[in-house]
């Protein structure tokens, strides 16, 4: 389990990073689409950052009952 964990956790890190950098894109580039995307793309990045944050916790979790 620990070595899945220890698999995904980049995997959500760079997740995170594209989320952040597609939706500060949309924000800058303003118009319909900065207006349709940006806000949403934050979201889900909060929801991304707290994935991550819950898969670290995990790991932590099992590499220390181990």
Known sequence: MLKIINFLIPVSLAAVTGVLLFGL???FKGGDFGRSYSNK???LRVLMQAIAVALL???LWFQHRT
Do not use: D, P, Q
């Open 41 to 43: 793309l934050m979201r």
């Open 57 to 59: 916790v995990c790991a």
């Open 25 to 27: 894109y949309a924000l």
